[in-house]
């Protein structure tokens, strides 16, 4: 996926602006700059809504600053929506293996797969890389037991990897910054 961008647009967040007045200008700049043939699919939009109400719902909660940007960007096939921001590291205080995640990862942990959420509908993993990204991968739930211990407050990352392609985490040690990449295609 390494085509030429047709539109790109950084997006400042800022906590004093009205949260579904900011939503709807980003929303409002993806479909404007949609290639034709996709300016009215309801499934891509819902898609993109449902992505950026969970990213940006995640700043406001986790944030401790204003250093927190989002970055559009239209390709012919497909569109990236990438939060950055200098809040603290992404972590998992207990995943179902037991084993705690804290970015930067332990080198031990690297090329890894976990499972973060679980309810009765669908399993988030997350599979560690050697570089250090997580890539989210959702599932159907096909056991028939259910453990209530498995469950975690990471429900809208689920969301966002239901609604996405590609749905990746990385922290960049150098800038501090949390780097959260989703990829939609048009359909």
Request: glycine share 2%; net charge negative.
């Amino acid at each position: 996926m390494s085509e030429q961008p047709l539109h790109t647009h950084i997006f400042p967040v800022s906590y004093l602006k009205h949260l579904p007045t900011y939503l709807e200008e980003v929303l409002s700049f993806i479909e404007q700059h949609l290639p034709p043939l996709y300016t009215h699919s309801p499934s891509l939009l819902f898609y993109c809504k449902t992505i950026l109400s969970e990213l940006l719902t995640n700043t406001i909660k986790h944030a401790e600053q204003d250093a927190t940007e989002l970055l559009i960007t239209l390709y012919p096939q497909y569109l990236t929506i990438i939060r950055r921001d200098q809040c603290p590291p992404l972590h998992f205080s207990c995943t179902a293996q037991n084993t705690s995640l804290q970015w930067p990862l332990a080198a031990s942990l690297l090329n890894t797969r976990h499972v973060i959420y679980k309810d009765d509908l669908n399993v988030l993993h997350l599979q560690l890389t050697a570089e250090g990204q997580a890539i989210f991968e959702a599932w159907q739930n096909t056991g028939n037991t259910f453990d209530i211990n498995t469950l975690h407050e990471h429900y809208g990352l689920l969301m966002i990897t239901l609604s996405s392609k590609i749905f990746t985490y990385l922290y960049d040690a150098g800038t501090q910054q949390n780097i959260f990449t989703a990829t939609v295609e048009y359909q």
